[in-house]
């Protein structure tokens, strides 16, 4: 039961194939903002390094395990950004796809604390239309640098796949 109700948009999306470069993370990642700002301040250094920064890049987290059914110590995320097709790993950076497919999208401007509340939003919104998601890839997909946000909000989009509607 939602406790605390956010201002949100959410659709249906269609979404397109995506290449995307990440860090694996395995172990407990809820809460903790300073693995997510370490992940990231290594992809975004390598991708400088190596010329990828794009103007319609995504920073991306996507969750690839349920963390009401897996324990925290085995809870795999990654975290990274879109990249031109052709870039190829590097290390520890690794590529993937983001598969084209259909989307539920809830778009967000919330607190650090707000992110648990936000999910469940999306959640409850796919039950109650009656729609069939898939676990992989459930992502976020970042819209701002919350230390440039005059409040420090996070400006992100949940994003949930789901069987074609």
Known sequence: ???????SHIRLVKKPERTFAYIRNVGPYMGNQALSLKLFSKIIHW????????????AITIYHDDPEAVPA????????MTVPEETIPDGDIQIM???YGDFVVGSFEIDPEDY????????EWVVNHKLDFKLDPMYESYRNDP??????KHIVDI????ETY
């Open 97 to 99: 796809k983001i598969p």
């Open 47 to 58: 991708a400088r390094v190596n010329n990828l920064m794009q103007p319609d890049m995504e």
């Open 1 to 7: 039961m939602i406790t605390k109700e956010l201002v």
């Open 73 to 80: 110590d085995e809870q795999r995320i990654s975290v990274g």
């Open 159 to 162: 994003c949930v796949p789901i």
């Open 147 to 152: 230390r440039e946000h005059p409040e420090g």
């Open 116 to 123: 648990g509340v936000a999910w469940q939003q999306v959640m």
